[in-house]
């Protein structure tokens, strides 16, 4: 799981990178950069403006026709998530075991309830 930026747990093979943060495959799959965009209700232009990409890229990388981004793109998108509020969880966690996931680290005012 990614905490405050920083991946706890063993990194394995599948990491992009090799100076600065290195991530995971997992994180990067199309299905989750595309989960965690929703989560944030935000559109691709807007995950483009936020992580400094252009929207063309972004839109090849969610429709998996970018098999293996540049390692400085997935620090983009991955960076804008977790400035966001993004929390990127690793397949196995939480208990029940399921696979890779997002979630807000904290509700969204509207859903905390009671105001």
Known sequence: MIV???LR?????NV????GPCYPAWMY???TLRA???????????????????PQLVQKIEDG????PAHETVKKIIGAF?????????????LPPGGAGVRLKEAPPDMKGGE
Not at 16 to 19: E, H, W
Not at 65 to 68: A, C, D, G, Q
Not at 82 to 94: C, D, K, Q, T
């Open 65 to 68: 026709k970018s098999k293996r």
């Open 36 to 54: 965690a965009r929703a989560l944030l209700n935000w559109t691709r232009e807007e995950l483009a403006r936020r992580s400094g990409l252009s």
């Open 16 to 19: 992009v990178g090799f100076a």
């Open 29 to 31: 799959t199309p299905d």
């Open 82 to 94: 977790l400035s966001a509020g993004v929390e990127f969880i690793e397949p196995g966690e939480p």
């Open 4 to 6: 405050n930026g920083t």
């Open 9 to 13: 747990g063993e990194i394995g093979m």
